[in-house]
């Protein structure tokens, strides 16, 4: 195994003044070297991990690190810095750099030795040695953990030793807990996980462990990183008191810690502050919170200590609406497709069970069209459900779905399920705040909870709210039908600016959830599907358009995004807006405004037009499906057109080259997925 830091990757008079150029000025070095085989690309690829959440760290360390395709063989590259550079850590500037590439496929050995290296990183003996240490070839050697002359060195356990007790922490930990006195301590088991599962998740897992011994409690950690995870003994969770779950990525079977007094936070939290997480899961424990066991996104999580109640609300918003989209799609299409073979009588078609011809068409389209209309019964219900979930894990899915099918029942509509998730989600956080008894913690998430849970949520929305829920949503959609005319004009503008404003964010979702709430019936009106097509037609305008600018004016762009240009025309035409991202995060200030332009316009000319659709989703593959289907894409088009000009305008007025942009700028960034906003290991 070759060495993955030698004196040539080490720099004591690191001279760079921001992150950008502290990566730069080392990731030089790994290409000099040969273990970087793309500068640019490895660069964008750590700006895009760096994106993800700041890499500082307290105590003078900043640690920028990624995997990418970039990298021939796992490094390691070290500065230091006389002035400090920002990571964005709490305490102030680190002096203490570290660049940590992985290749895409970096074996396992590999990863074990920089998990060791991050936990060494904890350790204030080992970064109190390399802020003395007197040449490059010595801070090599005490990174790699070589033992020198005369002696072992005690200011650092060596990085290969301390990988095999990472490797093996849970394990010692547990057997060093069997071996304490009588008296039973206070016992904890934590997992931590970040996305790149390289440096953070063991940097929480050694805090942990270090901040557990101090308080005199037996904690044991299981770090999920890159290299895979050792389960826990189930005995050991089973004993356990307590759970901390310091995390940024889903924890990989979460339901194992179910029914247990826990903290959940961000991973920078497990090593910023582990002592408070201790102190915090030990007064749940005291008052007898419980929590349920499934593994919610940070999307989909309720929000971390100090977060505001705004941004809580998006979230589990968000939520709900992440988890219909996919029922909206399916079944809108089935339903368009129905349509489209049999007629809008097909709706009027007996089931299928009782009369279906292999050889009929029009029995084709009655089965697409009865499977797709059961399809969008669930839209109401898992909004509810979801939205539940994200606010008080997996024991608000009953109330949540319950509460959204009354919502459905009585004709409250989407209004309806948005309240019936957020009552379900409090009642549920309400209920397990009540100090119960440890000898029935354990029926709690599943029997206790969504029995009255569900009993509180249905008294609300059959008795109290629903019928003044129904009669908004009544008037909300008899508003929607009188619309016409400039009216309806500046709807499709408003439209259009919010589906290009934050390019399949909240705000995105926000007006594709109207529009497709507005065609989740058997029978829609003409007004919801005007509004439909004028969402769709303006959320293709934005990748489009940057395909279309970087074709025209191509020496505008960098060669990164001229090759996301190519993609962006098949992504446009989907109707995929996220297809846009690289060029908006890059650019934000050119491509944005000019992407809201384009699709108020586009948004605004397919209300005019009086162009309709039946199907929620398929951009130019359901053309068939659109009423003035020619019409329509003449206002993409245009919008397309329009929003191309301008940000070839925009870029052109700038003083520099497009290939002169911030060293390590994120110039491609993938595009997350427009419903589980799962994050990507950089």
Known sequence: MSEMITADLVDLDLSADTKEAAARALAERMVAQGRVTDLEGFLADVAAREAQMPTGLDGGIGIPHCRSEYVTEPSLAFGRSAEGVDFGAPDGPADLIFLIAAPAGADDAHLTILSALARQLMNAEFTSALRSVGDAESAAALIRGDEPEGGTDSAATPVAASAGAAAGSSTASTAAADTGADAQPFRIVAVTSCPTGIAHTYMAAEALENAGRDAGVELVVEPQGSAGFTRLDPAVIAAADAVIFAHDVPVREKERFAGKPTVDVGVKAGINRPAELITEVRGKAERGEVSGGSAPTPVERGGEAGEGYGSMLRKWLMSGVSYMVPFVAAGGLLIALGFAIGGYEIKSAPSVMDHFVWTQTDSWAALMFQIGAVAFGFL????????????????????????????????AGFLGGLAAGLIAGGVVLAIQKVKIPKAVRGIMPVVVIPLISTAIVGFLMFVVIGKPIASAQKGMTDWLNGLSGSNAILLGALLGLMMCFDLGGPVNKVAYTFATAGIAVSSPSDSAMKIMAAVMAAGMVPPLAMALATTVRGKLFTETERENGKAAWVLGASFISEGA????????????????????????????FGATLRA???????????????LYLI???????????????????????AGSAAPGAPEDISAPAADTKQPVAA
């Open 380 to 411: 109401v219900p898992v909004l509810a459900g979801y939205i539940a979930y994200g606010m008080a894990d997996r024991p608000g899915l009953v109330p949540g779905f319950v509460g959204g099918m009354i919502a459905s029942t009585i004709n």
């Open 581 to 608: 991202i690289p060029f908006a995060a890059a650019d934000p200030l050119r491509v944005i405004p000019s992407a809201m332009v384009g699709g108020a316009i586009t948004g605004s000319l397919s209300m005019a």
């Open 635 to 657: 206002a993409i088009a245009v919008g397309m057109c329009v929003s191309a000009a301008l940000v070839v305008v925009l870029k052109g007025m700038r003083k520099s080259p």
């Open 616 to 630: 929620p989703h398929g951009g130019i593959f359901v053309v068939p499906l659109i009423g003035h289907a020619f």
